[in-house]
């Protein structure tokens, strides 16, 4: 008999940790469901799920090249074998390439698929997917929707926003008394941030202090000063963080920006331009209507340090209506999620 959930998804934390948040909310719906994840034999996504305590199998699916047929031929009977293995009653497909090979075992296996699309462009393999998912949430409003797709939000993890900002100044040893800044780049960091805050931070020091997430085997700025905090990778902290900062300056992954909302942080979004279908770009102009500030990468060197300024003199004000409902949706969206997914384990 197919009981319990199989969890999908690959290719960085953006595509666990959402799904780390529906799981949460499956187990205080419906105590007892069997969960069980496939990721990528990746260490961070290892540990990551290591760190939930949750049942878990990798997979290595290919990317394209040469040896595409072969390897996905490989990850497809590796992923038939496992659906074989566990026998779950539905697959929740949290998007890249992993999640092909797993989808198409379960489609032949006849497996309900619920894809959830974060992004507010879909990439090849949700697009892919798509065709197959008996529903489709999705984390942007849609234009035109139609009777599988459901517009639930992006999925945060509960802690995320039950940070404190006591402890956050304990880690850091800030002293709490001028505004904070928080850069990130998603759980792989992103160079062009790090380079642009190396070669300004001394100016950006003038007007606040800095949290810098690098990202692992990620160089920040060079400087010996108690205002500057540099961390290559944050697990538990980072709800710290949020409660602390009073800017951001990140990416547009989809899951970094449902997270800011959700702690009502107002962010300085730089899209990581013409990859996956140009999708934070896309992410960064649906953010714009709750509050963000876009800032182009070939702007960001000349552009950054007046940016933080002009932000910081209107951060005191509060949250729009769009922000407010941005926050609540991200927070809903698990539980929204978690509805749908227990529709196919009754």
Known sequence: MRTGILFVGGGSIGHIAPAIAIMQAIEMMKPGVR????????QMETEYLQKYHCAYSTINSPRLSFSFPWKFLQAYTQASRLLTEVEPAVVFSKGGHLSVPVCLAARRKGIPIVLHESDAMSGYAN??????????????????????YMYTGNPIRREVTE????????????????????????????????????????????????????????????????????RDFVYDTLPHFYALADLALSR????????LAANG?????????????????????????????????????????????????????????SEAHTGARSAEASVQIAKKLCEFLD
């Open 35 to 42: 969960c069980h994840f496939v990721c990528l034999p990746s």
């Open 127 to 148: 697009r892919i997917v798509g065709r197959w998912a008996n529903a489709i949430c999705t984390g942007f409003p849609l234009h035109n929707p139609s009777h599988k």
């Open 163 to 230: 940070g404190r900002r006591e402890e956050a100044l304990r880690i850091t040893g800030l002293k709490g008394n001028r505004p904070v800044l928080l850069v990130m780049g998603g759980s792989q960091g992103a160079q062009a941030l790090n380079e642009a805050v190396a070669e300004h931070c001394k100016e950006l020091l003038t007007v606040c202090d800095v949290i810098h997430i690098t990202g692992r085997g990620k160089q920040g700025a060079l400087l010996q000063d108690p205002r500057y905090v540099q």
């Open 252 to 259: 547009a992954g989809a899951n970094a920006l449902s997270e």
């Open 265 to 321: 942080i107002h962010t300085i979004v730089v899209p990581l331009r013409s990859v996956g279908h140009d999708h934070q770009q896309k992410n960064a102009e649906a953010a714009l209507k709750s509050g963000c500030v876009l800032l182009q990468q070939n702007d960001l060197k000349k552009s950054l340090v007046q940016t933080v300024k002009t932000c910081l003199k209107s951060r005191k004000s509060p949250p729009t209506a």
